[in-house]
């Protein structure tokens, strides 16, 4: 299975979504949001300038995300005027086995455990939400999702540690891939952790009228 299909069901799972569904026109998963401002998602995979443009020329509703794993020069000019494209991103890839964290001795990290969804979260002394981060499984395929740190908190290893904990989960649940799409925000951090990077993804969005 292509890999940005492998990360849309982790990422449904992550998020408490259904599972994506075959969509045909073009070939495509596609699930629902069910978000004001995110109806639903097209995911194309590896897909061409051609095929992209098949699938903006399909959608008929606004607040649709359509997403393509492949260079930004590739795609950007078959996107739709008033479509909105948004920041670039990646799908990144690794092992479950993450590195070991730093040790955070003034913070601990809570887990929440589900039949395929984990939540790490971690807390300062004083009971202040420090960072979370979600992971989803699908298969032998773990999905890291919101890994946020918040701001008062950078910088102490936490993004990290709880990438390591997460990474614990998937190991016991028997995962032998890791994917997610980062931002350019977390794209450094992953980096450093040992994460590699797959393709771009292209995502832009259906206008709202």
Request: charged share 20%; glycine share 8%.
């Amino acid at each position: 299975m292509d890999d940005h299909f492998k990360w849309a069901f982790g990422y449904c799972a992550a998020r408490g979504y259904a599972q994506p569904v075959t969509a045909n026109t073009p070939p495509a998963l596609w699930f629902d949001a069910g978000k004001p401002d995110q109806t639903g998602r097209f995911i194309l995979g590896n897909a061409s300038g051609e095929a992209a443009a098949a699938a903006f020329a399909a959608v008929d509703a606004p607040h649709i995300y359509v997403d393509i794993a492949a260079p930004r020069d590739a795609i950007l000019p078959y996107v739709p005027p008033h479509w909105q494209p948004r920041d670039p991103m990646w799908l990144m890839a690794a092992r479950p086995d993450m590195p070991p964290a730093r040790p955070t001795p003034d913070f601990t990290i809570e887990l929440d455990e589900g039949a395929d969804r984990f939540e790490a979260i971690a807390r300062h002394a004083d009971g202040a939400l420090a960072a979370r981060g979600v992971l989803g499984i699908h298969g032998t395929t773990a999905v890291y999702d919101q890994i946020v740190t918040e701001a008062q908190f950078g910088r102490r290893g936490l993004g990290s540690a709880i990438m390591a904990e997460l990474g614990r989960c998937a190991v016991r649940r028997g995962a032998t891939e890791c994917l997610l799409v980062a931002t350019s925000d977390g794209k450094a951090l992953y980096e450093r952790l040992g994460w590699t990077l797959r393709s771009d993804i292209v995502s832009a969005i259906s206008p709202s009228a």
